[in-house]
């Protein structure tokens, strides 16, 4: 049987601790309360099991509540494993969604959020913010006001470019939710699969997706289809001109973004597929 995966525990404030699970990069955040224990996504079941007993390993109290970030199966399966039976609470939404797609597995939120709620429990507490759709429809900002920090699952992959295509992504509800995270009276930023990191990182990726519609519209000007068309074989029919002018866009505004953001991790690999959810956005007006 293969062996448990090394886990990492990181003290991020007085009484709290980001739990990072190594398959996948995955990231969850926990406070420990005197009445017990304050958990952030389960993650998966393999992860659930190694998660709690990662709690377990700073305290004895027992998991009073588990929030789900968001609707996303990656990050909330096995909140049953973690603790069975515990209240879950989640964006009013996240219920709906779950059984809308058919996933019948997944333990359901009892207590939905609508807008701002403050769990508090043992002399802590976690204010839930509802920021509108950023990175899907149902992603809760966890501000802890007195450790100054702020969980947003899969928004700031700090030190990353954005990942692929920002899937699922609202591009104006992305960039209000990072205009929020930029003023909140924090100093550390979590989110769902890089290390704890300076807030700073809300603002650079603010300037960066305000780069990355720049250059690709300068590049869609310069990748036209009617250049495009001169370029192609006599004949090329329409899927030919569309690939064509993607992949040209996508080259042109990388190489207008490489100067600056090129150090960046994953640049080669997702700058070209950030252009291309770019695009859709000017494309489509979403
Ligand atoms: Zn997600």
């Known amino acids: 049987m293969a062996s448990t995966p090394a886990w990492t525990l990181t003290q991020i404030g007085s009484r709290s601790w980001n739990f990072a699970w190594p398959i996948g990069f995955y990231n969850t955040v926990f406070t420990v309360t005197d009445d017990g224990v304050i958990a952030l996504d389960p993650l998966n079941r393999e992860a659930a099991a190694a998660y709690r007993a990662a709690i377990a390993q700073v305290t004895d109290q027992p998991i009073r509540f588990v929030v789900y ?15 069975p039976g515990v209240p879950i609470v989640a964006h009013k939404d996240v ?6 797609r058919g996933f019948r597995d997944i333990p359901l939120p009892t207590i939905l959020v609508d807008g701002t709620r403050t769990i508090e429990l043992g002399g802590e507490q976690w204010e839930l913010q509802y920021l509108g759709p950023n990175h899907g429809r149902t992603n809760l900002a966890v501000l802890n006001r007195k450790e100054r920090w702020v969980a947003l699952i899969d928004v700031v992959s700090s030190g990353l470019v954005p990942y692929r295509e920002l899937p699922l992504s609202d591009w104006p509800g992305f960039i209000y939710a990072l205009d929020r995270l930029a003023a909140m009276p924090v100093d550390t930023i979590m989110d769902g699969h890089c290390p704890p990191s300076p807030i700073a990182w809300a603002g ?4 960066y997706l305000d780069d990355l519609l720049a250059a690709t519209i300068v590049a ?20 030919q001109m569309t690939e064509a002018m993607f992949v040209k866009t996508a080259k042109l505004a990388v190489e207008q973004l490489r100067p600056v953001y090129g150090s960046w991790g994953a640049f080669e690999a997702w700058a070209p597929q950030n ?3 770019a695009l859709i956005y000017l494309i489509t007006g979403e």
């Open 69 to 83: 970030s968001h609707d996303h199966l990656d990050h909330i399966t096995g909140a049953d494993v973690l603790a």
């Open 95 to 100: 219920p709906g969604l779950l059984l809308h």
């Open 204 to 207: 650079k990726y603010r300037r």
């Open 220 to 239: 869609r000007e310069q990748a036209d289809e009617a250049t495009i068309l001169a370029e192609l074989p006599p004949g090329a029919d329409g899927i």
């Open 275 to 277: 252009v291309n959810r």
